[in-house]
DNA sequence: CTCGTTGACAGGTACGTTTTTGCATGATCA
DNA sequence: TGATCATGCAAAAACGTACCTGTCAACGAG
């Protein structure tokens, strides 16, 4: 009477097994697994056969036996920037969504499924799953996740172009400073004299390029920098630095805001200063919301077109997966668009221009 | 000598396992397992020597193999309505990505990690994952998914009150008819005669109850009902929308909106018309976007604050996974929030003033 | 008649853990 | 002193699958 009750640990309690399908169709284990799998040498009839009374009895294969039996568990890991501690920042809510959202999908497309994990590394929820590879967003310089994962074997792709030497296997980026060059030469071209930029304090490379092009061309064309920065995180001092800079003595006769909410803020403070815009005030933000399509008046946005980097940086995380191997990181850079709205144009043009670009096909 | 070469199959070449770090260690597997669990009875020198070793030799416990053995995977899957083909609605985005978020810290914070699954009941994606329990949006009334997960006696917590007998574990949900109904009276003490809805064509649980308080409403002030509909997921078709109830011969004289994008969509047929918000036209859309703080006039949303239902869900789910059960499935409902802002107050206040809530902490 | 050959399956092992059971060893107590 | 007991650890049995290695029959070729 000592061991009558072997309650089938492991959570699967009654369950069908795979050797429960097997005594009830006659046939052994094996047979079973290559009937399901589509492999061996069996005859239809047996086949079929066995499929029947799987479906019968119910039968889901175990996951965790699979993945422990092949060392592939069909997840892939989506780490988002300083998850744990302040959730990625309100202002890039729009971008994260979207490029999550079309990394969801292209990984399911694939036969794969997403995990969200936090950027910090604490191995207890790191250890916990399996992953196959991972999605880094923006990782920093010495990123010790990165590390970590790479120290694992495991392949790494990065949104956003690594800082330093971080050994991703590849990484999908936008060509920011070529996105934002071309956006001041836009301003400058529909009769901007001074161009400010309203930007971030934070390091990440994002704002860092895309100052550093700001500046670059304020140098070229001879312009003296007219800019603000504040905390990207706090969607309120995006408001007062936008106020902030048309405040100024040199006030800017055209503004770039870095970040999504900058569109509405700034409208808002030029509201406050009696500009009109875009006659008194250019304005352009970076943004992937469609509510700067029925702003008064409309708002030129840059958009860095997440869902293509999304679905291009699993594209790549998976063609690593499953062995396509290319010598050294694979870079793919994602061209921006800039959607050309009233916000930005002088002389009000009787429809609203949509930039040259490929116009269907995201 | 038949078997010199074993080239550890199972993808982790090379990886240390709890046999090479026993090895040396100079213990047995069962002492590192208990030293590194903290569990069985060992001197603390064996536990700091056999850590050190792991730590020495970056062990890392296979996720996989722990699943298998002990049932719990730690994986939550939160199930997005329709994400394969057509992923969900653009206007749901901000509220399914603040959702999405504090799902994501709650079961983080509590050892969890949330995986990504399609609601296709499409089994070669579920059953690749080993999951501990679901989270599901808004489940439509006989879901086959929820049904099956159900079956396999997994605990199953949906957003939204499950339509008809689904057996769902628990359920957290907004009360809408009691947040339609004070919104109603809200705009009715600004001064509002005649007011009129922006709602979708489709049948969700949302858009159903919201409508049916809104007629509900209607009938019990003897107002005549004045509504458009429109098939939210496209974009467009809401400012088209937002154009037509405002070109009707019975103009209502405040309008409340559904979805996300109807308040930028109905200010900007306002303008077209020459209506003056809040003078001619009072406003109020259900959204969870911060952009309505900074528009012209600030519009007055309500929230349906998706980061405590998010919350509360994986806290449902989590109890019920590890065991904390009730009897009968768990309800729980969410009181919403209507930030009041210029757009409903016919006089206008002296400063733009915010619901009266705790300024903090959600 | 024997001998490879091929089809159709079964046996058994390994994947890397957790956990139960059990065996020594020394200390404690009647 | 012998029985009892806590302590410290090891052996071994699962968990459920995939795959490698047979085995056995049938069968045509030599």
Redesign the interface.
């Known amino acids: 009477m000592s061991r009558t009750d072997t309650p089938r640990?492991?959570?699967?309690?009654?369950?069908a097994g795979i050797r429960d399908v097997a005594a009830a169709a006659g046939v052994s284990i094996t047979t079973v697994s290559d009937a399901l799998n589509g492999k061996g040498r069996l005859p239809d009839a047996t086949r079929r056969h066995v499929r029947e009374v799987a479906e019968r009895l119910?039968y889901?294969?175990?996951?965790?036996?699979?993945?422990?039996?092949?060392?592939?568990?069909?997840?892939i890991g989506l780490t988002?920037t300083t998850?744990?501690d302040e959730?990625?920042t309100?202002t890039e809510?729009?971008y994260?969504?979207?490029m999550?959202?079309a990394a969801?999908?292209a990984a399911?497309a694939r036969?794969y499924?997403?995990?969200?994990?936090?950027a910090t590394s604490r191995?207890?929820?790191w250890?916990?799953?399996?992953l196959d590879g991972t999605v880094v967003i923006d990782p920093s310089d010495q990123d010790p996740v990165v590390t970590e994962l790479v120290?694992?074997?495991l392949p790494v792709v990065s949104d956003g172009r690594p800082a330093g030497t971080l050994p991703v296997t590849a990484w999908v980026d936008n060509d920011h400073r070529a996105a934002v060059l071309d956006l001041l030469d836009h301003l400058a071209a529909a009769g901007a004299r001074r161009i400010g930029l309203l930007t971030g304090t934070t390091t990440d490379t994002y704002t860092r390029l895309s100052t550093t092009a700001y500046l670059h061309w304020c140098e070229r064309v001879g312009q003296d920098p007219v800019y603000e920065s504040y905390p990207a995180h706090d969607?309120c001092a995006g408001?007062v630095a936008a106020d902030r800079l048309l405040a100024r003595p040199d006030r800017p006769d055209a503004v770039y805001g870095l970040f999504d909410?900058n569109g509405?803020?700034l409208?808002?403070a030029a509201?406050r200063y009696g500009l009109r815009v875009p006659e008194d005030l250019l304005l352009v933000c970076c943004s992937e919301?469609?509510?700067y399509a029925?702003?008064?008046p409309p708002i030129t946005t840059l958009s860095l077109k997440p869902r293509r980097i999304g679905t291009a940086v699993v594209q790549l995380l998976i063609d690593a997966i499953e062995g396509v191997t290319h010598d050294g990181p694979v870079e793919q850079v994602i061209p921006t668009e800039l959607i050309v709205r009233t916000s930005s144009q002088r002389r009000p043009p009787r429809t609203t221009v949509s930039a040259p670009r490929s116009p269907a096909g995201d």
């Open positions: 640990r492991g959570g699967r309690q009654g369950r119910g889901r294969p175990s996951a965790a036996a699979r993945t422990l039996r092949t060392g592939k568990s069909g997840l988002v998850y744990g959730p990625f309100f809510f729009a994260f969504a979207e999550a959202r969801t999908s399911l036969g499924a997403l995990v969200i994990l936090p191995h207890d929820v250890s916990n799953v399996a120290r694992q074997g969607p408001a909410p509405t803020d409208l808002a509201r919301s469609t509510v029925t702003t008064e």
